[in-house]
């Protein structure tokens, strides 16, 4: 008989639990959701008008169910105890010290929710490993959490990995492509798996809902990312190749993406890709191939995040060549800086390079993003390669409210976000308030480039040659 789920908890209410706990109590009305996270300002923000993350259509969901079946609240060990079926869904980042720094992730917030588990529950428990982890993660948890529970009390361990894409996270959610569940391939097991499964399929059909091992459905949450960022690094290698030749890389995106074998999706060539996950995630695979002894396979990884990079540093080398070779004191004008639009999360973005480098070759820096905060972008600006100090990072950089102000008397103009009133922008008010020759340099590939060239602007984009 599969286990009936009536209360859910999930331990962390960051961009994967929020947005995935609040479907789940939209979709099911007659299960009591709680989202817990010590941290008492995101709880209050989440109980706010003004929720702590942007992602559109979020905040209809959330306010659709909230003081119903949808709760958050910091009152962890409450939550734990009551529920049947637990969510893990806490931050894994890269480990900054230690072994495997820069490409491990860092387990410790998975360990202590765990260990938080075991020790709180005092009834049978699913746990379902949500969080974006290491292969063979499952089976330290159940390990940790055999070795510290109760008498007559059971964990069932299960791999659940989020296939989300900021932005776009609540249609993922609402129709996804396929739902992952991971579990031991046992009696229990597989009634866990089942006990899960009845909760997606109040509105996802049975065919889109996968069970596999659990260390498939780690693995396949790794490895779609990282052949997600494998194709981008592919097409923005080939943008380079574009530039130097003069094929435009639209064009060859356009005719290899009619190919069935290939499809057109994550062809862009852009400034590079950024997110919480893709790079991190290849790093992942990278230090697990290297501890599994295949360093033919961690190279091939690695690279495509090497390629990123790479990206990043043309793109600003042409912006510096194309200005007579020097940014000295020029005013550049950045029109975005999360890392991708419909979406204020900027982890791993373009834009921060950009603008770290320019900050280093003495520019003065206006950025514009319509959903990031000023105070985020000073958070994400300071560090060893510039200053730590605010004040005098705001001797170069100032955040503006629209693009219109980050553009008056600019030298240049980045786009380094593709938010898509970038495309509608005035731009011949924007013209006629910047400084001569005006330049704008497009790296996603958004702006109709001959329509700015005949208000006057010199155009350099991404993937097309400036013959």
Known sequence: ?????????????????????????YKCPHIQVTIVDVNETRINAWNSDNLPIYEPGLDKVVFDRRGKNLFFTTEVEKAINEADLIFVSVNTPTK?????????????????????????????????????????????????????????????????????????????????????????????????????????????????????????????????NALLAQRISSINALSAICEATGADIDEVAYACGRDSRIGPRFLKASVGFGGSCFQKDILNLVYLSEQLNLPEVAAYWKQVVDLNEYQKKRFVSRIIKTLFNTITNKRIAVLGFAFKKDTGDTRESAAITLCKDFIQENAHVNIYDPKVSEQQIFYDLSGPEVTYDIKDLKKRVTVVQSAYEASANADAIVVATEWDEFKELDFERIYKSMNKPAFIFDGRLILDAEKLKSIGFRVHTIGRANF
């Not at 499964?197 to 790794?222: F, G, H, M």
């Open 96 to 224: 900054k010290a230690g072994m495997g720094a820069g490409y491990a992730a860092d387990l410790a917030y998975i360990e202590s929710a765990t260990r938080q588990i075991a020790e709180v529950a005092r009834s049978s428990k699913i746990v379902v490993e949500k969080s974006t982890v290491p292969c063979r993660t499952a089976e330290s948890m159940r390990t940790i959490l055999e070795a510290n529970s109760h008498d007559d009390i059971r964990f069932d361990i299960l791999s659940n990995p989020e296939f989300l894409a900021e932005g776009t996270a609540i249609n993922d959610l609402l129709y996804p492509d396929r739902v992952l569940i991971g579990g031991l391939q046992t009696p229990e097991g597989y009634k866990a798996q089942q006990a899960l499964a009845k909760i997606y399929e109040q509105w996802v059909p049975k065919d889109k809902i996968i069970t596999t091992n659990l260390w498939s459905s780690e693995l396949s949450k790794l490895a779609a």
């Open 1 to 25: 008989m599969t286990t009936q789920v009536k209360k859910i908890c999930c331990l962390g209410a960051g961009y994967v639990g929020g947005p995935t706990c609040a479907v789940i109590a």
